[in-house]
């Protein structure tokens, strides 16, 4: 598919022939299998200072904390223990969370029996090739808008060219390479969406995160509108057809617009979902858009995750 064509689905009147033939591919390249990835929020410090997010450096009221490394490996052997099989380190662009130190947790965690997913914002090749030394498996680093203009507007901080050039040094270094972006940024078009996922089959990414963009009280995009669930599902389903073999989760950004639509996203192409295990109280505190949480129950919420996705037909692993 190329961009014109991409567009052209987008704005279909009816898309159920599409989110049919998206979920066939699904079940021909990754089968019923949904796989439940735990994710440890082990910072929310940032450098950045990107318009959209709660935890840019530039909002003061955000409420600031570091785990300990013992906090951390503690969290990620309870979730190994709860039956996870991946656990997603993420946090802001922190530099006290050095390579060494991201180096001994990924090891340890490595130890446990586990595959380890790193989401920490854009490092240099130095620092990504000593962590796939360690053992690291997968890089997360969405993208978040393929419009160069769009993109500078909204990150004061850095260049999309900067940042895909950190995307083709992930993959260089034999990471599964992990992108995404958000539906509904303000000065956003289908064209614009259209390039997005072009950029994801460009880079060979091995999963993409696609959810609607979420306006935080604290920053500048305060008073913007949330993205559109609809087109969100859209744009997942055309990224299976581009990226058969992906693993692309349900966002969680999805069931906060609205809970319903977290489990339609099964229905049109995802396979993934990840689930909060970060420790209270840090869990509130990573507030990159306002969501309710409830407590963090590991062995419980698991338990309560593959329940429902047994109830939509599918396997939990």
Known sequence: MEKKELVQMLAL???????RRADAVRRENTG??????????????????????????????????RMSVKEILDTARQAVDAGYRTIVLQSGEDPHFHKETLG??????????????????????????????????????KHETADPELYDRLHPCGT??????????????????????????????LETIASDLLLLKELNCKMAGIGPFI???????????????????????????????ANLPVTTSLGVVNREEKDN????????????????????????YPAKLEKTDVIGDRKKLEEQIRQLGRIPL
């Not at 009147?13 to 989110?19: A, G, S, W």
């Not at 895909?164 to 040094?169: D, G, P, R, S, T």
């Not at 390479?177 to 000065?187: A, C, E, K």
């Not at 995802?270 to 420790?279: E, L």
């Open 104 to 141: 001994e947790i990924v090891t340890a965690i490595k130890e446990m029996g586990a595959a380890v997913t790193l989401s920490c914002g854009e490092l240099t090749f130095e620092e990504l090739r000593y962590l796939k030394n360690c053992g690291a498996d997968r890089y997360l680093l």
């Open 215 to 245: 306006p935080h009280p604290d920053t500048p995009l305060a008073g913007e509108k949330a993205g559109d669930t609809e087109l969100t599902k859209r744009a997942v389903a055309l990224a299976r057809l581009l990226l058969p073999k």
């Open 13 to 19: 009147e009816d898309f159920e022939p599409v989110y």
């Open 265 to 288: 996203a099964f229905a049109c192409g995802a396979n993934v979902i990840m689930k909060k295990v970060t420790p209270d109280p840090y869990k509130q505190a990573y507030e990159i």
């Open 160 to 189: 999309l060219k900067e940042r895909v050039e950190c995307l083709k040094n992930i993959n260089r270094l034999g990471y599964e390479t992990g992108s995404g972006f958000m539906i509904g940024l303000p000065g956003q078009t």
């Open 32 to 65: 019923d299998i949904v796989h439940i990835r735990a994710i440890i929020e082990f910072s929310n410090i940032c450098r950045r200072q990107c318009l959209y997010c709660g935890l840019n450096s530039t909002n003061e009221k955000a409420v600031r904390y």
